[in-house]
């Protein structure tokens, strides 16, 4: 054994047994910059590179964990008030009511933090929020009485960061407060770090402890050392045939590139023609064609992200602006009865990046009006969405229609069903949904990491959807998430895996 060991250590590199005598004398747990300090190393690659060999043979231990930093964007936000917070000191004021109206003309809240406030008096409790006689109300609730007294949790929490440069996440105590915070992006910003520890094992103790004398070694002989004769001269590093070798793997496409392949290649043979769109809309084509009233929910800025430039894009046909507002008001001639408000001009044209690709298939079918008409559109949307395992902010949808004569319901479940048999699915479930601008509407879950995941929706466009562009014909039309899709298909638990550039995962990502 004592003569195994002694092989061993002439087949360390000088790189190798430096590390190994620099730990030590250093306790267990120290990081590759402590080694690097004490071994008087050139730079952090020397020391990083004798780490992954003495991994490999089992003589140290390197302990990888990642840590998240918060800091805030503007040190001014620590101190400034929010926007809901300035609201709400309004409406006591006001005795407890006021108009949107009035809000915007007190001087206390922007123009542009209006959807903000809206947002966030809902989503705290803060404030009710109605329409009467033709007025967007304000009302203060308990809740709001309550938060008058005392600041909330996020905060607080901004007051925290105020007094620091940056935190670790796990110095932050308040995850309620951090998940707010990290849904408004303007306010804080992260920073991602990997801590190593590392530590010898008890075989590395044994080795470091021996006499590891370092000296220059050549571990590959060249042609000119042969030639010359220099070979005779230098000491030759002994091979050890089982010494970790890296594997070498061929160029490959990465895992998103190859499904979205995939989902073109099966429409493309399903007759569907490919169509895009610009990721900048206004909200009059991403939402008011598609009869989504301009208070919804998905109006809010925790949902849409609005843009500064363009200040606003302008609507060239002003014909069909007065259709769509016609149809908003009182369903115009789509035998509806409409949302029963007046719509905004001005809201119509405010730029945003498009929430949905939906928006490509409509401006599609504004052109083609008459059937047969089959196409579909792989793209990003975006949406103030705050991120984990299953949802991110910026994430890619396929979107598709169908116009034809006898187009129903159980022929959209056939093309869905026939679409995900194509990408290897044997059984899916659909379910009764609701969406503003289908009727009737389903969404497709797959079963996935022992629980039902949501794949997308689907439904027929409303006759408030088709009658401005003169459309008779049934229309299907669907949304589903690419990344999604992926996690299914590749066994990956964390979506957000799917944007990491993790070279050793892409390599060993299986190709069929």
Same mark, same amino acid.
Do not use: C
């Given at each position: 054994?004592?003569?195994?060991?002694?092989?061993?250590?002439?087949?360390?590199?000088?790189?190798?047994?430096?590390?190994?005598?620099?730990?030590?004398?250093?306790?267990?747990?120290?990081?590759?910059?402590?080694?690097?300090? $004490? *071994?008087?190393?050139?730079?952090?690659?020397?020391?990083? /590179?004798?780490?992954?060999?003495?991994?490999?043979?089992?003589?140290?231990?390197?302990?990888?964990?990642?840590?998240?930093?918060?800091?805030?964007?503007? &040190?001014?936000?620590?101190?400034?008030?929010?926007?809901?917070? &300035?609201?709400?000191?309004?409406?006591?004021? =006001?005795?407890?009511?006021?108009?949107?109206?009035?809000?915007?003309?007190?001087?206390?809240?922007?123009?542009?933090?209006?959807?903000?406030?809206?947002?966030?008096?809902?989503?705290?409790?803060?404030? /009710?929020?109605?329409?009467?006689?033709?007025?967007?109300?304000?009302?203060?609730?308990?809740?709001? &009485?309550?938060?008058? @007294?005392?600041?909330?949790?996020?905060?607080?929490?901004?007051?925290?960061?105020?007094?620091?440069?940056?935190?670790?996440?796990?110095?932050?105590?308040?995850?309620? $407060?951090?998940?707010?915070?990290?849904?408004?992006?303007?306010?804080? =910003?992260?920073?991602?770090?990997? %801590?190593?520890?590392?530590?010898?094992?008890?075989?590395?103790?044994?080795? +470091?402890?021996?006499?590891?004398?370092?000296?220059?070694?050549?571990?590959?002989?060249? #042609?000119?050392?042969?030639?010359?004769?220099?070979?005779?001269?230098?000491?030759?590093?002994?091979? @050890?045939?089982?010494?970790?070798? #890296?594997?070498?793997?061929?160029?490959?496409?990465?895992?998103?590139?190859?499904?979205?392949?995939?989902?073109?290649?099966?429409?493309?043979?399903?007759?569907?023609?490919?169509?895009? *769109?610009?990721?900048?809309? %206004?909200?009059?084509?991403?939402?008011?064609?598609?009869?989504?009233?301009? @208070?919804?929910? $998905?109006?809010?800025?925790?949902?849409?992200?609005?843009?500064?430039?363009?200040?606003?894009?302008?609507?060239?046909?002003?014909?069909?602006?007065?259709?769509?507002?016609?149809?908003?008001?009182?369903?115009?001639?789509?035998?509806?009865?409409?949302?029963?408000?007046?719509?905004?001009?001005?809201? +119509?044209?405010?730029?945003?990046?498009?929430?949905?690709?939906?928006?490509?298939?409509?401006?599609?079918?504004?052109?083609?009006?008459?059937?047969?008409?089959?196409?579909?559109?792989?793209?990003?949307?975006?949406?103030?969405?705050?991120?984990?395992?299953?949802?991110? #902010?910026?994430?890619?949808?396929?979107?598709?229609?169908?116009?034809?004569?006898?187009?129903?319901?159980?022929?959209?479940?056939?093309?869905?069903?026939?679409?995900?048999? &194509?990408?290897?699915?044997?059984?899916?479930?659909?379910?009764?949904?609701?969406?503003?601008?289908?009727?009737?509407?389903?969404?497709?879950?797959?079963?996935?990491?022992?629980?039902?995941?949501?794949?997308? *929706?689907?439904?027929?466009?409303?006759?408030?959807?088709? +009658?401005?562009?003169?459309?008779?014909?049934?229309?299907?039309?669907?949304?589903?998430?690419?990344?999604?899709?992926?996690?299914?298909?590749?066994?990956?638990?964390?979506?957000?895996?799917?944007?990491?550039?993790?070279?050793?995962?892409?390599?060993?990502?299986?190709?069929?």
């Amino acid at each position: 054994m004592s003569q195994d060991k002694e092989d061993l250590v002439e087949q360390l590199s000088p790189q190798e047994k430096r590390v190994l005598a620099a730990l030590r004398d250093l306790p267990n747990g120290v990081g590759p910059e402590d080694i690097v300090k $004490a *071994g008087k190393f050139g730079s952090m690659v020397e020391v990083m /590179n004798a780490l992954s060999w003495l991994s490999s043979k089992n003589l140290v231990k390197v302990k990888e964990r990642n840590i998240t930093y918060y800091s805030l964007k503007k &040190r001014q936000y620590a101190t400034k008030s929010l926007p809901e917070r &300035r609201a709400l000191k309004f409406l006591w004021k =006001k005795r407890g009511t006021a108009t949107l109206e009035e809000l915007k003309k007190s001087g206390k809240v922007k123009e542009r933090e209006v959807p903000i406030i809206l947002g966030w008096l809902k989503r705290k409790g803060w404030a /009710n929020i109605s329409k009467e006689g033709g007025k967007t109300v304000l009302n203060m609730t308990t809740s709001g &009485r309550d938060a008058l @007294d005392e600041k909330g949790g996020d905060e607080r929490l901004l007051e925290l960061l105020g007094a620091a440069d940056e935190l670790p996440e796990d110095a932050i105590t308040d995850k309620k $407060a951090l998940k707010l915070l990290r849904s408004r992006q303007e306010y804080i =910003k992260e920073r991602q770090e990997v %801590s190593r520890e590392v530590t010898l094992t008890e075989f590395g103790r044994e080795i +470091a402890s021996m006499d590891l004398r370092i000296k220059e070694e050549v571990a590959q002989l060249t #042609p000119e050392l042969i030639q010359t004769g220099k070979w005779r001269e230098v000491s030759l590093r002994r091979y @050890d045939v089982t010494a970790f070798a #890296p594997e070498i793997y061929g160029g490959k496409k990465h895992l998103r590139s190859r499904v979205i392949e995939d989902v073109k290649r099966i429409f493309l043979e399903m007759g569907f023609t490919e169509i895009d *769109g610009e990721y900048v809309q %206004s909200m009059f084509w991403d939402m008011d064609v598609l009869f989504i009233p301009q @208070d919804h929910p $998905a109006r809010e800025m925790q949902d849409t992200l609005f843009l500064s430039r363009p200040e606003r894009i302008e609507i060239a046909d002003e014909e069909l602006y007065e259709k769509v507002k016609e149809i908003h008001l009182n369903g115009g001639d789509s035998g509806s009865a409409g949302w029963g408000y007046n719509m905004d001009h001005e809201t +119509a044209e405010n730029p945003i990046l498009r929430t949905h690709t939906t928006v490509n298939t409509i401006k599609y079918l504004s052109k083609h009006t008459e059937p047969p008409v089959r196409a579909f559109a792989i793209g990003k949307v975006f949406r103030k969405e705050s991120m984990d395992s299953t949802h991110l #902010p910026e994430f890619t949808q396929i979107e598709g229609i169908i116009m034809e004569k006898g187009a129903s319901l159980s022929m959209l479940i056939g093309v869905i069903k026939d679409f995900y048999a &194509r990408m290897g699915f044997e059984k899916i479930r659909i379910r009764p949904a609701y969406f503003p601008y289908t009727e009737p509407s389903i969404e497709a879950d797959v079963f996935f990491n022992g629980q039902w995941m949501e794949l997308g *929706g689907a439904g027929m466009f409303r006759p408030e959807v088709l +009658a401005p562009f003169g459309i008779e014909e049934p229309v299907l039309a669907w949304g589903f998430g690419l990344e999604r899709l992926m996690m299914v298909v590749h066994g990956i638990k964390d979506i957000r895996d799917i944007y990491i550039s993790d070279i050793d995962w892409l390599r060993k990502s299986r190709i069929l």
